[in-house]
Structures are given as C-alpha cells and as structure tokens.
C-alpha cells in the first residue's frame, strides 16, 4: 500500500479541496483508496462521535465504504487543550490514531492523510502534522497558496519541521494563482522552488466558486432565518456591502454576486438593491442575497415585491455589526451537497496536478 499526508502551509490554503480531487484522481488509478484525518478542529456530532467536517465530506463526496469514527478518530473540542495540558496522555492519542489508521486503510492501494493546518498545528498536544506524518510513515504532499516569494518562504519554513521530524517532501501543489498572473507564476514558482530542490507537482490557478460561500452557507452559519428567496439560496457571494450609506452611492456596488447586510427598516437601501435585478435581464443581474438583521422586517409592501425576485432575504435577530462580524470570519469549506464545488476540484487536480507524478513519487520513496 502507498500512502502520503497532504498538509498546508497555513490554514484556509485549500488543502481539504486538494485532498478531495486527489482522492478522485486515484479512485481512477488503483481499485481502493483509503482517507483518515486524524486531527480535526471543525467537526459534527454523528451516533455519538465527534467527527470531523471534512471527513464527512470526504466519505460521502468519494463514496469510501469507511467508518466514519476510522477516518476521523481524534476532533479537538473546546478546552481539550488545557485538559491535555494538565492530564494528558500522548500515548493514548498515538494508540487512536494508529488504531483508526488500520481500520481505515484495510484493504486499500492507496492512503490519502488529510492534515490541520500548517506543519506545526497540533504540537500544544504533542501530535503535529509532522508528528502525526511520522507516526504513520507518510511523505507529504504540501499546498500553498498562490505567489512567488510568500509561498516558497512558507514552504521552506514547513518543510523545515518535516525535516526535522524525518519526513520526506513529496512535493508542492500551489494553488489559488490569479488567471492574470498565471503563466509567470507558473514559470518562476517551478524555478524558485527547483532552486531549493523541491519538486512542483502542480500550480491550480484561482476559480472562484471553491472560494466563495453561498447564501446557504451563510444562513447555517449565523443561525438566520429565510424569509423569501430559497430557490436562491445556491447563489454565490463574492463581495458585501453593509447598509451605511445611502442608495444613491450603494448603486454603485450591487450586482451579481453581492450579499447586502442591513436592518429591516432601511427600506431605500432594499428597494436599491432589487434594482439591480430590474437594471438587468433576469436573476443574473440580482445580488446574491440580503440579510436583515435586528429582527426588523420590512414593510410587507416591499416583502411582496422581494417575493416577485429571485432574491433570497434572511433575517438575523443579531445587530448588523454582529452579522457583519460572522460573514466576515466566515470559513469556506465544501459541503456534502456542493455538487459543483466536487465537480470542480476533480477537474482542477486532473487538469494541473500531475497525479502521475505523485504515485512514481511514492514508488521511489518505497524503494528508496
């Protein structure tokens, strides 16, 4: 069985988007694949075990016939860190993870270990990304985000704990190149990173829709309520405009892909925003959505003419500097039911991945 540990160089870089399209890619190439995460942070309730988000989507999104509670045995709840200080046992979290990870692999050519984070998230409890790739002799796949000097710097300073924890570089994938700067990055990041010996395994460019929530997303995350709108609750947001000023500047910023986060009462700022679905033809010119906060709905004049766009309207019964506070420090993460976003990150990882690479990569670590 080959195996490799796909890590970031911090968080947010699109290490879990990369996992899933990797995973897809080998299910192409080998009869079995196998995945664990065996560090979480985010993660669900499910008979009874903390599971982390991720590998519910990954079971579900690839289809892996794998106990969920194998593919992710250890979730970090609130105040685990301080217990583990006080009264941990690292043994007893060695033992979980190398338990689950039999579990998980049994049967399978090839084992995909998601990682949290950069290379030195988990060292508060003594298990690591580094540690952990260790622990179950993986060679790492590292991500990064798009650049020049920022991401070789970042991989430089993660790989320097992998080495230090005895662990190989597989290679790097960066990702998140805007279209614009594509080509040159592509060139000199393949170059820099030549320069320092690390092989560029590939360079995704940026694709907005892994990127951005959709309305959806943001109604589970602020607890909202939808009043209108759910056929559009798919749609993307890209951008937001907060309801401080008036209609005759915010004109200027609605559109598709606009979320508008203001109290029910100012009905000017509302009535501008549905302009934009009359300015163009159709539900492609809408804003995404608008988000009412205090509790404060508009009058029903104005909700029956909401009912007659494709707009969908979410009220939140937190202030607009809340809400505003919880899109703000809203992560992105693909859920079960993007269809699209898993469609996407196949594509992107069989487009500019070199996933052949990788296995004669894992052949020569085997033999070497």
Do not use: W
């Not at 009869?31 to 990954?58: F, M, N, T």
């Not at 924890?165 to 700067?181: M, T, W």
């Not at 798919?234 to 892909?257: C, Q, W």
Request: charged share 25%; proline share 4%; with cysteine.
């Amino acid at each position: 069985m080959k195996q490799f540990f796909v890590a970031a160089t911090r968080q947010n870089d699109g290490k879990t988007v990369t996992a899933l399209g990797l995973i897809k890619a080998f299910q192409k190439r080998v009869k079995k694949v196998g995945y664990i995460k065996p560090v979480g942070q985010r993660y669900e309730e499910v008979d009874g075990h903390k599971i982390d988000e991720d590998a519910i989507l990954v079971k579900e999104a690839c289809g892996l016939d794998i106990d969920l509670a194998s593919m992710s045995p250890i979730a970090v709840p609130r105040g685990f860190t301080e217990d583990y200080i006080l009264r941990g046992d690292r043994q007893a979290l060695l033992d979980q993870v190398t338990t689950a990870y039999r579990c998980a692999s049994e049967g399978a050519e090839m084992m995909v270990v998601e990682g949290t984070g950069h290379a030195g998230v988990g060292s508060v409890f003594d298990l690591n990304n580094a540690d952990v790739a260790k622990l179950l002799g993986c060679p790492v796949v590292l991500v990064s985000a798009g650049g020049i000097g920022k991401p070789i710097d970042e991989i430089l300073l993660n790989k320097a704990m992998f080495d230090q924890a005895g662990v190989e570089l597989l290679g790097v994938i960066i990702n998140r190149v805007q279209e614009e700067k594509f080509d040159k990055i592509n060139d000199l990041v393949r170059k820099g990173l030549e320069r320092k010996g690390i092989r560029t395994l590939g360079v995704m460019p940026f694709r907005p829709i892994l990127s951005h929530p959709t309305v959806e997303q943001l109604v589970e995350d602020i607890q909202g309520e939808v009043l209108s709108g759910r056929r559009g609750l798919t749609n993307p947001v890209e951008r937001v405009v907060i309801g401080a000023m008036s209609p005759h500047d915010a004109l200027n910023y609605f559109g598709k892909g606009v979320l508008l986060i203001t109290p029910g009462s100012r009905e000017d700022l509302i009535l501008a925003a549905l302009s934009s679905c009359l300015v163009g033809i159709g539900r492609q010119s809408c804003v995404s959505g608008i988000i009412l906060t205090a509790g404060v709905a508009p009058h029903p004049n104005i909700m029956a003419l909401i009912r007659r766009t494709f707009v969908p309207v979410i009220m939140s019964d937190d202030d607009t500097f809340t809400t505003v506070s919880k899109v703000d420090h809203f992560i992105t993460k693909v859920r079960p039911g993007d269809t699209d976003k898993i469609r996407m990150s196949e594509e992107m990882i069989e487009t500019y991945v070199d996933v052949d690479s990788i296995a004669k990569a894992l052949k020569e670590a085997s033999h070497g």
